[in-house]
C-alpha cells in the first residue's frame, strides 16, 4: 500500500537535476520517501566526481553513517585518507571529524545517512539485549 512502505531499486528513485557534469547525482532519498527521523539520501557519479563535501558536523551535530553502495570511493577523513570499496561502511559519530569522498571509480554511489544525536531516536535493542547475544562484540 502507497504511504506505508515502498520497495524501490536506487534508480527508480528521480534524480535532483543538474545542468553541471561536474556536480553529483542526487537521489533525495529522504524527501521521496517522507522519512523524517533521520537524514538519508544517495550520492553518485564517476571517478573524480565530489560526493561528499568536505564538512564537519559542529553546527547540526549529526553523527553519520555512509555505505558504498556500488563503486569505490575515496574518503578523507580528518586528513587521513582511504579508498572504501562497494559495501564498505564509514560510520562518523564524532561531530568534530571533517569529512569528505570523491569517486574513486566510475558509476560509485554512496548512501548518506544522519541524525543529531539525542534527536529523540529510541533503541528496541538496548545493551542488555546485546550482552545476551553470545557471537555480539564492541567493535
Known amino acids: 500500500m502507497a504511504g506505508r512502505f515502498w520497495v524501490k531499486r536506487l534508480e ?8 553541471d ?3 553529483f547525482d542526487w537521489y533525495p532519498l529522504q524527501h521521496h520517501f517522507g522519512i523524517g527521523a ?27 553513517v555512509y555505505v558504498v553502495v ?3 570511493a575515496r574518503f578523507t577523513l580528518d586528513g587521513e ?11 562518523v559519530p564524532d561531530v568534530a571529524v571533517t569529512r569528505s ?6 558509476g560509485t554511489v554512496v548512501l548518506a545517512i ?3 544525536a539525542g534527536s529523540g531516536f529510541r533503541s528496541t535493542w538496548n545493551e542488555r539485549n546485546f550482552a545476551e547475544v553470545p557471537r ?4
Open 12 to 19: 527508480d528513485v528521480a534524480l535532483v537535476p543538474t545542468d
Open 21 to 23: 557534469p561536474a556536480d
Open 38 to 64: 533521520f537524514g538519508i539520501n544517495a550520492f553518485g557519479g564517476d571517478a573524480g566526481i565530489k560526493l561528499v563535501a568536505e564538512h564537519d558536523e559542529r553546527a547540526g551535530g549529526h553523527e553519520e
Open 70 to 72: 556500488r563503486g569505490v
Open 81 to 91: 585518507s582511504f579508498d572504501a570499496p562497494a559495501v564498505t561502511v564509514v560510520a
Open 101 to 106: 569522498a570523491v569517486a574513486a571509480g566510475d
Open 114 to 116: 544522519g541524525a543529531p
Open 136 to 139: 555480539a562484540q564492541r567493535p
